[in-house]
């Protein structure tokens, strides 16, 4: 890359990390600035999914509070969440690049939709948690949902924190804040273990990466910063445009 080129990745990757810190969906907008500066599909989604983990890991350390007295949950669901994002990531680099070229408008789509219901899907938990009461919880049917929604984590990522909110909040009985932080943490160890198996691949550009990293940490620190000032749903439909744009921009070019 070009010195302009890593600068336009370093912006999409701030941009990620302060719409990430806000609203969520970031990768919507570093994914596709990747694709748009020739990295083939495969290699952008690699390098992002490295680049963006230690946002994850800012978003866990800030709800880690929340964490306290979920030990048994996160002994069950956290090496379900590992291993589905090792089959993802596996998955993905088995997967030919012309093969993957042709589901990346669909992914993004796909990604839109869930980003899009996200709300409905907090509302719907919050709803259910302010019915029931606390009893003994089964953490099976949890632990599945998790290893699923880690696959995909794994082969794509966007919008698995939705996802996992979703699988989280249909079965466990507790405050919509502190589900949200086993999500946190559950999204962490999917793009984590993914990222790890990412690293011997071949597919990482290490100094794009590198670049992204650093501007996705001082993105989402900034998103901390203006979080209060910043209203989430118009970043979130900003995203939610960018999303149905590139998609269709993407399959324009990849199928005219």
Known sequence: MTPG??????????????VNALAGGGTL????????????PVTANVTNTVALVPGYLGGTYAQRGDLVGQGRR??????????????????LLVTPESAFKVLVPFLILGAVVILALGDQVKRRVAARISRLHDG????VGPAIGVFLAAIYGGYFGGGLGIIVLAVLGMVLVDTLT?????????????????????????????????????????????GGRVASRVPAKVLQRLVLVIGVVVAVVYTARTFG
């Open 178 to 222: 502190r589900i949200n932080a086993l999500k946190q943490c559950t999204s962490l160890v999917v793009n984590g273990f993914a990222a790890v198996i990412f690293l011997f691949s071949g597919h990482v550009l290490w100094m794009t990466a590198g670049v992204m990293l650093v501007c996705a940490l001082l993105g989402g620190y900034l």
């Open 136 to 139: 003994r919880e089964q953490l």
């Open 29 to 40: 907008i570093s994914f596709p600035v990747l694709l748009a500066l020739g990295v083939p």
């Open 5 to 18: 080129q890593y600068a336009i990745a370093g912006l999409a990757a701030l941009a990620a990390g302060l």
């Open 74 to 91: 996160m002994r069950i669901l956290l090496p379900a969440a590992g291993l589905g994002g090792i089959l993802g990531a596996v998955l």
